[in-house]
């Protein structure tokens, strides 16, 4: 990317690159179109050595296929052990059931409907071996519900979420007030006008 750091940017680079290398770190990065939000977050992404991820939009593109891009994303976060920068912007939340699931993932790791049964009896199996090298103790046999809530933590701390949002959007207000976790769940960077520097960097 064709990228002037100026000043302002870097403080916002510090700032994304801090809190998605965190466990369970998560940002919300608020800003009219144009400031450098996605840039920064696939320059973040990059320098943490975090899996970059962004949802391909088509017309087609509902609830069902955000689910199969998070099950994959739950898959590399998960028994793989992968770290993972999810990034959403406000031009792909094509429905509010988006960001009810987003709110979800934040809050509790699990997304209702996301997994089925076979996922649900699969999963700690796949765990298992992870588990007992890193917390079990010797001769333990876990039960199935000790290794989903480990998987589930594994989530958490390994998928990184990232929302790219513009305080001019309408519906900015109302969502704060309908999904409490993805304002709360995450650590908030206001991206304000860029300071006169900044432009004649950039020029």
């Given at each position: 990317m064709a990228l002037v750091i100026f000043d302002d940017a870097l403080a916002h680079l510090l700032r994304l690159t801090r809190t998605v290398n965190a466990s369970a770190g998560s940002a919300m990065l608020v800003g009219v179109g144009g400031?450098?939000?996605?840039?920064?977050t696939r320059l973040s992404a990059h320098i943490c050595r975090h899996q970059f991820f962004q949802i391909s939009l088509t017309k087609s593109y509902g609830l069902p296929a955000l689910f199969d891009d998070i099950k994959a994303l739950y898959d590399i976060a998960g028994p793989k052990g992968g770290s993972v920068c999810f990034l959403m912007t406000d031009a792909e939340?094509?429905?509010e059931s988006f960001l009810e699931a987003i709110n979800s993932m934040l809050a509790t790791g699990e997304i209702?409907?996301?997994?089925?049964?076979?996922?649900?009896?699969?999963?700690?199996?796949?765990?298992?071996?992870?588990?007992?090298?890193?917390?079990?103790?010797?001769?333990?046999?876990?039960p199935p519900s000790v290794l989903w809530q480990y998987f589930l933590n594994r989530v958490k701390d390994n998928l990184h979420m990232v929302l790219a949002f513009s305080p001019?959007?309408?519906?900015?207000?109302?969502?704060?007030?309908?999904?409490?976790?993805?304002?709360?769940?995450c650590s908030i960077d206001w991206f304000l006008p860029w300071p006169e520097e900044a432009l004649i960097s950039v020029s």
């Open positions: 400031s450098g939000k996605t840039s920064l939340v094509k429905s209702p409907g996301l997994l089925g049964k076979e996922d649900k009896d699969l999963i700690p199996v796949q765990c298992k071996n992870i588990y007992m090298k890193e917390v079990g103790q010797k001769g333990e046999d876990p001019v959007n309408a519906k900015f207000r109302e969502r704060a007030q309908k999904f409490p976790t993805v304002f709360s769940g």
